[in-house]
């Protein structure tokens, strides 16, 4: 099979090039398609002609996004738009991953597809929007929400606490919000399962996560305990999200329920501390 990868130089985008191997793949970098000029997405895709349109790429600087609305909604809304847009013309399937900052965290208990939506944040409406464009345009497509990704590149907090952890002596971590550790080798992992399936039985939206949930905080001594075994777990020290302002307010509650995938698709997933030792 053919498929186009959008953002292989992301963290999502890097596993499934790794993991994908059994395909004919075409990575597409920002050097190959700006995702801003919407006219090339639909040439490269034109030109390739792909059989499966994979689209891990987007704007995920949580808090810059409010002061970058517009670029933000660009690659998050107006790019997916366009590819489930040519997805439906070459009558192929189009898998495009979503977040848990869809929802604002105000439910007790885990989060399934049906909830309602209502992101704190530009970032988290700007990835609303696109699930709701992709939606609209009907087509073979997928959408996949995942929560708290990282990787062994990029930027996330398994590498921040990683690096704090032999750099400093104590660390403060944010223990009063809730969500799943989803890594990129889970994510990339779980897809290659999932296309073999695909059909227009079980289009749709699912949540794509690990089993279990946890804190920032419990996430954070997890990765410690197992990268810098050498660093004092007691000065781990837990704090309140008021006292780590951030420009975006975070959902407090963002557990995804992944039950729905699990059953549609005949997938059996280990917890994310499980996953973690696997990175």
Same mark, same amino acid.
């Not at 890097?14 to 997405?41: F, G, K, S, V």
């Not at 996430?219 to 420009?247: G, H």
């Given at each position: 099979?053919?498929?186009?990868? /959008?953002?292989?130089? !992301?963290?999502? &985008?890097?596993?499934? @090039?790794?993991?994908?191997?059994?395909?004919?793949? =075409?990575?597409?970098?920002?050097?190959?398609?700006?995702?801003?000029?919407?006219?090339?997405?639909?040439?490269?895709?034109?030109?390739?002609?792909?059989?499966?349109?994979?689209?891990?790429?987007?704007?995920?600087?949580?808090?810059?996004?409010?002061?970058?609305?517009?670029?933000?909604?660009?690659?998050?809304?107006?790019?997916?738009?366009?590819?489930?847009?040519?997805?439906?013309?070459?009558?192929?399937?189009?898998?495009?991953?979503?977040?848990?900052?869809?929802?604002?965290?105000?439910?007790?208990?885990?989060?399934?597809?049906?909830?309602? /939506?209502?992101?704190? !944040?530009?970032? &988290?409406?700007?990835? @609303?929007?696109?699930?709701?464009?992709?939606?609209? =345009?009907?087509?073979?497509?997928?959408?996949?929400?995942?929560?708290?990704?990282?990787?062994?590149?990029?930027?996330?907090?398994?590498?921040?606490?990683?690096?704090?952890?032999?750099?400093?002596?104590?660390?403060?971590?944010?223990?009063?919000?809730?969500?799943?550790?989803?890594?990129?080798?889970?994510?990339?992992?779980?897809?290659?399962?999932?296309?073999?399936?695909?059909?227009?039985?079980?289009?749709?939206?699912?949540?794509?996560?690990?089993?279990?949930?946890?804190?920032?905080?419990?996430?954070?001594?997890?990765?410690?305990?197992?990268? /810098?075994?050498?660093?004092?777990?007691?000065?781990?020290?837990?704090?309140?999200?008021?006292?780590?302002?951030?420009?975006?307010?975070?959902?407090?509650?963002?557990?995804?329920?992944?039950?729905?995938?699990?059953?549609?698709?005949?997938?059996?997933?280990?917890?994310?501390?499980?996953?973690?030792?696997?990175?």
């Amino acid at each position: 099979m053919k498929i186009l990868i /959008t953002g292989t130089n !992301g963290q999502v &985008g890097h596993a499934l @090039l790794n993991t994908l191997t059994e395909h004919d793949l =075409i990575p597409i970098t920002r050097n190959e398609c700006d995702l801003t000029n919407l006219n090339q997405i639909k040439k490269t895709i034109d030109y390739h002609q792909p059989d499966l349109i994979i689209n891990p790429a987007a704007y995920t600087q949580v808090d810059r996004a409010e002061e970058e609305k517009s670029l933000a909604f660009q690659i998050n809304c107006d790019a997916p738009k366009v590819m489930a847009e040519k997805a439906r013309e070459y009558g192929v399937p189009f898998i495009h991953f979503s977040t848990d900052y869809v929802f604002d965290g105000e439910k007790r208990g885990a989060y399934i597809e049906a909830d309602s /939506t209502n992101p704190l !944040g530009v970032y &988290g409406q700007s990835k @609303l929007a696109g699930e709701q464009a992709i939606q609209t =345009i009907g087509g073979q497509s997928y959408i996949l929400r995942t929560s708290w990704v990282y990787s062994h590149i990029g930027k996330n907090f398994y590498l921040m606490m990683k690096r704090l952890s032999q750099e400093r002596d104590e660390i403060k971590v944010v223990s009063d919000q809730l969500g799943v550790p989803t890594s990129n080798l889970f994510i990339a992992q779980q897809t290659q399962k999932i296309i073999s399936q695909l059909s227009s039985e079980n289009i749709g939206i699912y949540h794509l996560v690990p089993d279990g949930q946890c804190t920032w905080y419990d996430f954070a001594r997890e990765i410690i305990l197992k990268t /810098t075994p050498t660093f004092n777990i007691n000065n781990l020290l837990s704090i309140d999200t008021d006292q780590y302002p951030t420009k975006t307010t975070r959902p407090k509650n963002s557990v995804l329920d992944n039950s729905q995938i699990k059953s549609a698709f005949m997938l059996k997933f280990d917890d994310w501390k499980t996953e973690l030792r696997k990175l």
